[in-house]
């Protein structure tokens, strides 16, 4: 669309460039009409003059030749009569055609005129034209500014408050992962504390376990002592018994056989 109007637009200062060329090629043949049409009434006026003269000569002659008394003076007056009505009909006709061209020149002035009214008038008409066109611009050309500045003003603004929410967001997002942090970290805190105790507790029990084992197996061979030295003792009694039962059986004789 833009396309278009930009066509458009050029099409028109195209056509406004032809039409003044135009109306300058106008007013340059209507100059040059004027001044063919001038050229010939002069010419017409000069053909009007000459016609006159050579009437007024033929007149001259016709009275010469009406004065004379010969016998050839009818014929000399016959002719200068004839080269007369000559006369008169090359003025006739010279000064129809000065009239002619005097009326030419008239209306192709006359027509001239109104024309060069109309090019005034058009030209002033587009000088108000072009001095409203250019008030309109102007104007136009403010409110644009105007708009563009409260559409800038606008954005500035709209970009200061959604900075302003970007921050406020990022700040609650930061005060969130601070207490996220800092809850995660006393949950592995409490956990730490907890397996400690944990292992404490293990550890504690598996030594309470450890010295139960290790006195049970102390007792079980406590127990398993006192009998062994319950019976050491009882066999040196029993060898002092045989010891002192031996030399008596010894002091007894042997049977015969």
Same mark, same amino acid.
């Given at each position: 669309?833009?396309?278009?109007?930009?066509? +458009?637009?050029?099409? /028109?200062?195209?056509?406004? =460039?032809?039409? +003044?060329?135009?109306?300058?090629?106008?007013?340059?043949?209507?100059?040059?009409?004027? &001044?063919?049409?001038? %050229?010939? !009434?002069?010419?017409?006026? $000069?053909? !009007?003059?000459?016609?006159?003269?050579?009437?007024?000569?033929? =007149?001259?002659?016709?009275?010469?030749?009406?004065? @004379?008394?010969?016998?050839?003076?009818? #014929?000399? /007056?016959?002719?200068?009569?004839?080269? /007369?009505? $000559?006369?008169?009909?090359?003025?006739?006709?010279?000064?129809?055609?000065? +009239?002619?061209?005097?009326?030419?020149?008239?209306?192709? %002035?006359?027509?001239?005129? /109104?024309?060069?009214?109309?090019?005034?008038?058009?030209?002033?008409?587009?000088?108000?034209?072009?001095? #409203?066109? @250019? !008030?309109?611009?102007?104007?136009?050309?403010?409110?644009?500014?105007?708009?563009? #500045? %409260?559409?800038?003003? #606008?954005?500035?603004?709209?970009?200061?408050?959604?900075?302003?929410?970007?921050?406020?967001?990022?700040? =609650?997002?930061?005060?969130?992962?601070?207490?996220?942090?800092? @809850?995660?970290?006393?949950? &592995?805190?409490?956990?730490?504390?907890?397996?400690?105790?944990?292992?404490?507790?293990?550890?504690?029990?598996?030594?309470?376990?450890?010295? +139960?084992?290790?006195?049970?197996?102390?007792?079980?061979?406590?127990?398993?002592?006192?009998?062994?030295?319950?019976?050491? @003792?009882?066999?040196?009694? =029993?060898?002092?018994?045989?010891?002192?039962?031996?030399?008596? %059986?010894?002091?007894?004789?042997?049977?015969?056989?």
């Amino acid at each position: 669309m833009a396309a278009r109007k930009t066509k +458009a637009v050029n099409t /028109v200062d195209q056509l406004e =460039k032809q039409l +003044a060329q135009l109306q300058d090629q106008l007013s340059k043949a209507r100059a040059a009409e004027e &001044q063919s049409a001038a %050229k010939a !009434v002069d010419a017409q006026q $000069k053909a !009007v003059t000459k016609a006159t003269k050579a009437l007024q000569a033929a =007149k001259t002659k016709l009275a010469t030749a009406k004065k @004379k008394k010969t016998p050839a003076a009818a #014929k000399q /007056v016959a002719t200068a009569n004839a080269a /007369v009505k $000559k006369a008169q009909g090359e003025v006739s006709g010279a000064r129809e055609g000065l +009239a002619t061209a005097k009326q030419q020149l008239a209306t192709i %002035k006359s027509t001239n005129k /109104v024309a060069k009214q109309h090019e005034t008038a058009m030209a002033k008409a587009q000088r108000e034209l072009a001095k #409203k066109q @250019k !008030v309109a611009d102007r104007k136009a050309a403010a409110k644009a500014k105007a708009a563009a #500045k %409260k559409a800038a003003a #606008k954005q500035k603004a709209a970009e200061k408050k959604a900075a302003a929410k970007a921050k406020l967001a990022a700040k =609650k997002a930061a005060a969130k992962a601070k207490a996220a942090a800092k @809850k995660a970290a006393a949950k &592995q805190k409490a956990a730490e504390k907890k397996a400690a105790a944990k292992a404490r507790a293990a550890a504690k029990k598996a030594a309470a376990k450890q010295k +139960a084992a290790a006195k049970k197996t102390g007792a079980k061979s406590k127990a398993r002592k006192a009998p062994t030295a319950q019976k050491a @003792k009882a066999t040196p009694a =029993k060898r002092t018994t045989a010891a002192k039962k031996a030399p008596a %059986k010894r002091g007894r004789k042997p049977k015969a056989k």
